[in-house]
Every structure is written in structure tokens, then in C-alpha cells.
């Protein structure tokens, strides 16, 4: 009971949040809602026993990818103007007409092969702790995690490179 | 009533759903880029959530590799948008038309 309580507080923070980081025409607004949503995730996480996967959430999500979020948005200035502009005739109910749709297939192909384990929910036989998943990580998916470091470090080159040979580019322009 | 993964399933879905709707209504390059991390946080929850219905570790370790692509993804996004806004003051998609035929 306790831990539909918590699932349901959080659930609603999450949905609360993540419909106002779309609806919101500051974008600090916004990611003050995605950082809510990434929040209430971490603390689903921690519902379902997935502690580590919990913590990485809550550092590289709400830690790392929001202070850079953040960061951007302070240097390029809060842009408000036309937020939801009309470039396509009826955008708005379009999208929500997509969206709707989308979630309604969602549950209905989930329905026909619902999850279902041999397990009740709050009986943990699967703890997602540090050395569980360090254990699969390092053992069995040791190649796929150094290759995630060379993503990473290409990544970062790449960003290097965007950052230095983008400055000349508005000359070139006025040349022609 | 109790807690099933079909509640964790439907949320993941929902999450989902508002992220797609915000990459569609919304011009503001960054914000269409918080809407991708949304639905790459939904996605994870589904990984998290279904691993611990099956007992397989394997989703958590699924999650923790999509959180790995999204930090570069998220590193390479905002570094475009802000060379972009270098270019053209302006962090809206829809001045973004030079490739049109």
C-alpha cells in the first residue's frame, strides 16, 4: 500500500511536470519541469529496487545534463518570442491528435503482450545495487562499456571542433 | 489494489506521449531537445521497470547505456544549438530554412 502511495504522488509529479516543461513559454520553466520529471523518475527507480540506475538518474540527469541545460540557456538568452508558432496550419491539435494516438497504440499493443513475470510486485529478488549491476556491466558487457568511453570521448572532441570551427562561419557569409 | 508494472508501463507511456507533443508544438530548439531527454527518461523506465518484473539485471545495465548516449547526445545537441545561435541570434527552429529547395 505504502508503495502505491509513493508511486502515485510521484507519477503525478512526474506527469504535472512533464506537461508543464511543454507548456511553459520560459524555457528556465521548462527545465525546471524536466528537472521535477527526472526527479520523480529517480524516485520510481528507487520503487523498483534499481538503486544504482537511481543514483546515476539523479547525478548525470539532474546533476550534469540540467546544469548544462541550464548553462545554454543563461548563455543564448532567454528567447521566448513565438514559442509555439503556427508554421504548420493546426499544429496544436495535430500534435495533440499524435500524441493521444500514439500513447492509445501504446497501451493497446501492450495489452495484447502484457508484461507479466513470474513475480508479485514487492517481493525483491533483484536488487539493483552497485555490485549487481557492475558485476553484469564489467562481466558480461565489458566491450559495450569501453565503447561507450570512445562515444564519450568523441563526443567531447566533437564538441571541441563545433566550438572552434564555428566562429569564421558568419564571414563567409558576408562575402557573399 | 496493489502496485503492478503496468502502472510503472502506462506512466512510461504517458511521459512518453508528452515528450513526442512537445518536440511537435514547440520551436524553441532547447526545449524540443528537453522533450527527447523526456522520452529517453521514459524509455529508461520501462528498461528499469520491466527488468525488475523479469529478474533480469540486463535492463538496468540497458538503462545505464542509453543514460551514457544521452550525455552525448545532450553534449553535441547544445553545442549545434549554440553554434547555430552564433549564426543566426536565434535559438528558433523554424528560421533554420537555408536547405530548402
Known amino acids: 500500500m505504502g508503495e502505491l502511495i509513493v508511486f502515485i504522488i510521484f507519477a503525478t509529479v512526474a506527469l504535472v511536470s512533464a506537461i508543464g516543461m511543454v507548456l511553459a513559454k520560459n524555457p528556465v520553466y521548462s527545465a525546471i519541469g524536466l528537472l521535477g520529471a527526472m526527479f520523480s523518475i529517480a524516485v520510481l527507480y528507487v520503487l523498483l529496487d534499481a538503486h544504482f540506475v537511481a543514483a546515476v538518474q539523479v547525478i548525470v540527469y539532474a546533476g550534469a545534463v540540467m546544469t548544462l541545460f541550464l548553462f545554454v540557456i543563461m548563455l543564448i538568452g532567454v ?78 572532441l566533437g564538441t571541441i571542433a563545433l566550438a572552434y570551427f564555428g566562429t569564421d562561419v558568419p564571414d563567409e557569409e558576408a562575402t557573399l | 489494489m496493489t502496485l503492478t508494472i503496468s502502472w510503472f508501463l502506462i506512466l512510461a507511456a504517458a511521459l512518453f506521449s508528452i515528450g513526442v507533443a512537445g518536440v511537435l508544438i ?70 533554420l530554412a537555408e536547405l530548402r529547395g
Open chain 2, 26 to 95: 514547440r520551436r524553441n530548439a532547447l526545449v524540443m531537445f528537453m522533450s527527447i531527454e523526456l522520452m529517453l527518461n521514459s524509455v529508461n523506465l520501462t528498461f528499469v521497470a520491466v527488468s525488475r518484473e523479469l529478474g533480469l539485471i540486463e535492463g538496468q545495465v540497458a538503462a545505464l547505456f542509453v543514460m551514457v548516449v544521452a550525455a552525448a547526445e545532450v553534449t553535441i545537441g547544445l553545442a549545434i544549438i549554440v553554434a547555430v545561435f552564433r549564426r543566426k541570434a536565434s535559438a528558433n527552429v523554424d528560421e
Open chain 1, 79 to 156: 528567447d521566448n518570442r513565438e514559442a509555439y508558432g503556427p508554421a504548420v496550419p493546426a499544429q496544436r491539435i495535430m500534435t495533440a491528435v499524435v500524441s493521444i494516438g500514439l500513447f492509445a497504440a501504446i497501451v493497446l499493443a501492450g495489452r495484447a503482450a502484457w508484461i507479466t513475470g513470474s513475480n508479485a510486485f514487492g517481493t525483491p529478488d533483484l536488487n539493483g545495487t552497485i555490485e549487481n549491476v557492475s558485476d553484469e556491466l564489467f562481466g558480461t558487457w565489458t566491450v559495450v562499456f569501453l565503447s561507450t568511453v570512445m562515444l564519450l570521448t568523441i563526443a567531447a
